[in-house]
């Protein structure tokens, strides 16, 4: 009896740890979600670069002009060397991940399922979109994502429609778009990850190289006042060695960092439709009035012709 009440709260706590370790792991990309109640600063900076902070190159296309209440798409490239490997959160080397934020107007959202296309359909197959939160339907994140299949992700947008929102107005609106490759340096705790390089907290002679437990090593600095340390988390590759004089913020690891982060601005115009009905028109008139000129002009040629002028 007891051996197995003792096995069922041993399958009970390991259940737990199960569940507890996922909900860390699931909200990894979430970061900014639980701690910002905007992805965009005052700045302009989105606050992914806070934690990933390596600069890469992001592009975004988006149309230049778009009716009300029609469904568009907004692609955002990630492009990035798929040869490389990032360093894991064990310290082994893997494929990097990618992901995207992208900021729409007020009133623009994510474009429903039934409204898509089947060429939509296909381009986003595979794709979670999340919202940044319940109140903010018009900012959505995607990933992580593998990198290698995922260099250019596919938002499916809906336009506003001013007749049903008397908030929305016809005219030019901007995007924000940012896009990630890779792990980040920093955690939202201002804590380093094992993707970053690590430096010496103190000037002085490295008196000993630790090995500790999941791969880490103490470094150990002697210094004029005494002894520090820093622990070498898994991944950084040590480019120390005892005896070795280092100053305080010299580096005792390489940059494991591959991978970065990019955002940039579009713009799209939200277009009224009667406005180009117009210009169709005009365009029309104006047409219609140069052709009935040429052919007046070529009447009154002949009637000059017929009576000798």
């Known amino acids: 009896m007891r051996r197995s009440l003792s096995l069922l709260l041993g399958s ?15 909200a990894y990309p979430f970061y900014a979600q639980q701690n ?9 900076k989105l606050v992914c670069a806070n934690c990933h902070l390596a ?4 592009q975004a296309e988006v149309p230049q002009a778009v009716f009300p209440d029609t469904v568009f798409k907004a692609e955002v490239a990630i492009p990035y060397d798929t040869s490389v490997q990032q360093v894991g959160g064990d310290g082994n080397r893997t494929g990097l991940n990618v992901g995207a934020v992208v900021m729409l107007p007020e009133g ?21 979109y999340t919202q940044y939160s ?6 959505i994140l995607v990933g992580p994502l593998p990198g290698d299949q995922h260099q250019k992700i596919v938002f499916p947008v809906l336009a506003p429609d001013p007749a049903s929102d008397s908030s929305i107005h016809f005219g030019k609106y901007q995007l924000h778009v940012g896009g990630n490759r890779g792990r980040g340096q920093v955690t939202p705790t201002g804590e380093k990850t094992n993707n970053a390089i690590f430096t010496a907290p103190a000037s002085g002679t490295v008196s000993a190289l630790t090995p500790g437990d999941n791969g880490t090593t103490l470094v150990e600095i002697t210094t004029a006042s005494g002894s520090v340390s820093e622990t070498v988390p898994a991944g950084p590759t040590l480019q120390v060695a005892v005896g070795d004089q280092v ?63």
């Open 134 to 139: 319940d109140d903010q339907p018009n900012i």
């Open 55 to 58: 600069k890469k190159i992001t």
């Open 12 to 26: 009970l706590l390991a259940f737990t740890v199960l569940l507890g370790g996922a909900k860390a792991s699931w």
């Open 108 to 128: 623009f959202k994510l474009a429903p399922p039934e409204r898509l296309s089947e060429e939509l359909k296909e381009e986003t197959a595979g794709i979670y």
């Open 247 to 309: 100053e305080a913020g010299a580096p005792l690891t390489n940059d494991p960092n591959v991978g970065g982060f990019g955002q940039l601005d579009v713009e799209v115009v939200l277009q009224n439709p009667v406005r180009i009905y117009g210009m169709l028109a005009f365009f029309a008139v104006v047409a219609l009035a140069q052709i009935m000129l040429v052919l007046k002009k070529r009447q009154v040629e002949k009637v000059q012709a017929a009576e000798g002028f």
């Open 36 to 44: 910002y109640a905007s992805p965009r600063e005052a700045t302009g």
